[in-house]
């Protein structure tokens, strides 16, 4: 029944088959979009918008557009979008300040990172005998060829370092010790010993409560001042740790939400098993929890990818800081939005391959299958 | 009744609970309530919603601290001490009227987890000794699914078998059959009458009725935070000391 396409247009040919498709139809269409004057003006109204921006992006982005060339003086030429600027300064924006002879290097890492990531992701590879070895040789081999200095590889000082590489170290640094730090505050505000409360509601409500930017600064700039004479944290690193803490202070309250949807029975059970606090933790809250908050803490990683452009306040250019920087070159500063729009392009697509894999994951939980 | 079906309970007291009270803020919850358990001994506790029959048993595991009295389980006294109460936990199996369940599990890993996280079993000896009691409550075919895809009684049989698997020596049941819907009332008490027969130490808050009768070697009245009264089955439904057990009797037997 339900599988004759029911479009209104096709109305009268589907009725013979099926009236109550054909009824639903043009019911939905009169309940949503035509129910009144108001709401058919309005429909209208959007239908109007929606059209010409459409046929705005075809013209510009299309139609006019300059997809190949060298001269910029054909952009300036041409009534549509500039894609040639991307064409043009893809290296620069992509991998921002780093040697442009050692770019091959940051290539063969971004395949290394990528490939590591999707077989972290992927639940057939979820063990550790695996896993540790994995993110051992990729960590190292990243390490060898983002800095070099061995292998005849040339030294490359992390100031130097940026674009996506930067973004992608920045990103997995954030998560990797972000989320640990997060369970550890989340579980602490709950714990039992007052001490462990304390601390983490100190620490959670603290650093809430300021902007990044000011953390940021902190790590960067204050935080130096107490450490011994001689003694240096590299600033990179400083920069993530300080981007990871905020991100765990948001995602700590995320899963103490999980933590607190949890029924005081399941506590129970695992106490009349007589599992200790961290067997309990380990083994049934905390998979009970994470599961609850998945979406939510989905969120806050997506919204750390973004946080990475804070590294400008180091100089340090990620994809989009470099993107700007490229941007000033005068005989292509014209097409800045296109050089936008490719950022925003590849933000897209990471932020919407995290979110497509959450979904995943939700789907996984659901069947049984994690 | 015959002797073999209710092998009789040994001298020895594993469980004494001596003067315990306890309160929740201002209000008491148990006022000086003494109860002995001996090795093997069936105890039914009954009464009425409120009268503190789940204090009193999660006392015994300290999932309730009691604040005065004194409670030993196999003569070891339940104090703060952290390694006492977990000796005592691992003498004692729970089954709660929500089943608790792990549902993240499968049935096979709600069973395997506590031996092999606290009795250090190898996982292929956890899972055997596992089915063992999944065939002893009658689903072994039911290793494989989780919780929530089985009926309530199905429910409340795999929490028996979970807490068989520690091989505690005594059982505390909390109306194991009170969220269950009647059909499945049967299927759980039968598993339950196994186990008795089996010889293991049980106290069973519970208001069937039937099962005190048949089962029990001594039935506790609760009301209001104290025991009211308490004796041997035939004696206690056949001749209730105490006005208020009779008007609970009268009660809850009229259905
Ligand atoms: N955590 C608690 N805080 C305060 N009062 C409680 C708590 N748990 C139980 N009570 C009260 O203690 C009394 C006894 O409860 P309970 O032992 O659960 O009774 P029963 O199992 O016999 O129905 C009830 O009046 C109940 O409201
Ligand atoms: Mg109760």
């Known amino acids: ?68 060339t060298t001269d910029p003086d054909v952009c300036r030429a041409a009534t549509g979008a500039c894609w040639a600027v991307i064409a043009e300064k893809h290296r620069p924006m992509l991998f921002g300040l780093y040697p442009y002879d050692e770019h091959w290097r940051l290539v063969l890492m971004m395949a290394i990172y990528l490939g590591t990531v999707v077989l972290s992701l992927w639940p057939r590879c979820w063990n550790l005998r695996f896993l540790v070895p994995l993110w051992i040789v990729s960590s190292l081999s990243i390490g060898v060829l983002m800095f070099g200095g061995v292998l005849g590889l040339r030294y490359v000082p992390t100031s130097e370092w940026g674009g996506l590489p930067l973004t992608m170290l920045l990103f997995t640094g954030t998560v990797l010790i972000g989320m640990p730090v997060a369970v550890l505050l989340a579980l602490g505000r709950r714990a039992p010993l007052p001490v462990a409360r304390g601390v983490s509601v100190v620490f959670i409500e603290a650093l809430r409560g300021v902007p990044l930017i000011t953390i940021l600064f902190v790590a960067v700039n204050v935080f130096p001042l107490f450490l011994p004479a001689g003694v240096e944290v590299n600033k990179l690193l400083r920069i993530t740790v300080g981007i990871a803490i905020f991100f765990a202070c948001y995602q700590a309250e995320v899963i103490r939400g999980g933590l607190q949807a949890i029924p005081r029975g399941q506590y129970e059970a695992a106490a009349s098993l007589s599992l200790s606090y961290w067997q309990t933790t380990r083994r049934i809250i905390l998979p009970q929890a994470l599961r609850i908050s998945l979406p939510a803490i989905t969120n806050h990683i997506i919204a750390a990818m973004k946080n990475t452009s804070f590294v400008i306040i180091i100089g340090l250019f990620d994809i989009l800081t470099a993107t700007t920087a490229v941007m000033q070159d005068p005989l292509w500063r014209k097409f800045y939005i296109e050089a936008y729009l490719f950022v925003a392009a590849v933000y897209l697509f990471f932020g919407y391959a995290l979110s497509l894999y959450a979904r995943q994951v939700e789907k996984w939980i659901a069947s049984g299958r994690i | 009744m015959t002797q073999s079906a209710k092998p009789g309970p040994s001298a020895d007291p594993v469980i004494r609970m001596s003067h315990v009270s306890k309160w929740y803020g201002h ?41 005065s009295g004194q409670i030993f389980v196999k003569g070891l006294e339940m104090t703060d001490n952290v390694k006492n109460i977990d000796t005592i936990r691992r003498h004692i199996g729970m089954v709660f009227q929500n089943f608790n369940l792990f549902p993240h599990l499968t049935v096979l890993e709600n069973l395997t987890l506590g031996p092999m996280l606290t009795r250090q079993m190898k996982k292929s000896a956890a899972e055997d000794l596992a089915m063992h009691f ?32 520690m091989e505690p020596e005594i059982m505390l049941f909390d109306e194991p059959t009170s969220a269950l819907d009647p059909e499945m009332i049967k299927e759980v008490l039968d ?43 035939e004696e206690f439904f056949g001749n209730p000391r105490e006005e208020r057990t009779r008007a609970f009797l009268d009660q809850i037997l009229k259905h």
């Open chain 1, 1 to 68: 029944m339900s599988s004759v396409p029911s479009s209104p247009l096709a109305a009268p040919a589907a009725a013979a088959y099926d009236p109550d498709a054909r009824l639903s139809a043009l019911a939905w269409l009169r309940a949503n979009l035509f129910s009144s004057v108001w709401q058919s003006l309005l429909t209208l109204a959007v239908a109007f918008v929606l059209i010409r921006f459409f046929w705005f992006v075809l013209d510009w982005g299309v139609v006019n557009a300059v997809f190949y």
């Open chain 2, 27 to 67: 209000f008491q919850v148990l006022h000086d309530v003494s109860l002995d358990v001996r090795k093997g001994e069936r105890v039914v506790v009954c009464g009425p919603s409120g009268s503190g029959k789940s204090t009193l048993i999660r006392c015994i595991n300290r999932l309730e601290v009691h604040q």
């Open chain 2, 134 to 165: 999944l065939r002893k409550v009658r689903i072994p075919e039911q290793s494989g699914k989780y919780p929530l895809q089985l009926s309530g009684g199905q429910q409340q049989r795999v929490a028996i078998a979970r807490s068989l698997c």
């Open chain 2, 191 to 233: 598993t339950m009458i196994e186990l008795a027969e089996s010889g293991m130490t049980m106290i069973v808050v519970t208001h069937e009725m039937g099962f005190a009768r048949t089962v029990a070697d001594n039935v506790v009245f609760m009301a209001d935070g104290r025991k009211v009264e308490s004796g041997p089955p």
